[in-house]
């Protein structure tokens, strides 16, 4: 059984801070790997993919890959009241269909 | 606006009836999955297309969840003889070989079985 393992939150940093959310996950032959943004009662919106070990950077937000530790992070900079969100890691491998986590309810306070 | 369209975006329904959701995917896209999500969960893979060929099913889908993709663009969802437990945001997803099969989800239909 293919897990993804994220902290369901919720995470509370001030308007300005960073934000770091982590995501684990147990198949060591994922591939590919996916920060979406979710907010409610709305569908997940694409941030961020990255497929090598190492930094990712766009923008505000910077992705992070370990795949020894079987570990993915996103940070976020600078974060908005409008980051306030779940967000959601996804992993797969090879072009299979995507494995989700529950997701981290972030929540940016002004 | 990804560009994937669904519909309904919201059903109501009683137990016992049928339901049928469509999606309209990316236009060049050739890949097409179907997720379920609860509240507090992350979406759950159900099932996918790539053109008309469904490729996988999860075991999550029952035999009351059937999907077609007759002609390789819109695919249909359709739930028979619904049940509580049925009730979820149903997702569409849509990728294109040649982006890496990148998914872009629609706006989902929420299902509520009464």
């Known amino acids: 059984q293919k897990e993804v393992e994220q902290n369901s939150g919720p995470l509370s940093v001030p308007e300005g801070a960073i934000a770091s959310l982590n995501c684990t996950y147990s198949?060591?032959?994922?591939?590919?790997f996916f920060w979406y943004r979710q907010y409610s009662g709305k569908s997940p919106e694409l941030i961020m993919f990255i497929y090598s070990n190492g930094d990712k950077e766009d923008g505000r937000f910077t992705a992070q890959l370990n795949k020894a530790s079987q570990y993915v992070s996103l940070l976020i900079r600078d974060s908005q009241p409008s980051d306030s969100a779940t967000y959601l890691c996804?992993?797969?491998?090879?072009?299979?269909?995507?494995?989700f986590g529950k997701g981290t309810r972030l929540s940016v306070i002004a | 606006d990804t560009g994937v369209s669904q519909d309904p975006r919201h059903k109501i329904t009683k137990r016992g009836q049928n339901v049928t959701f469509r999606c309209d995917p990316i236009s060049e896209h050739n890949r097409l999955y179907w997720y379920r999500q609860t509240l507090g969960q992350g979406p759950e893979f159900l099932t996918y297309f790539q053109n008309e060929a469904q490729l996988e099913k999860s075991r999550l889908l029952s035999d009351r969840f059937s999907a077609e993709r007759p002609k390789g663009s819109f695919s249909t969802l359709e739930i028979q003889r619904t049940e509580q437990g049925d009730s979820a945001m149903y997702l569409c997803?849509?990728?294109?070989?040649?982006?890496?099969?990148?998914?872009?989800f629609g706006a989902g239909t929420r299902l509520s079985v009464l």
């Open positions: 198949d060591r032959g994922s591939q590919s």
């Open positions: 996804a992993v797969r491998e090879g072009n299979t269909p995507l494995v």
């Open positions: 997803a849509s990728s294109f070989h040649e982006d890496n099969n990148i998914q872009y």
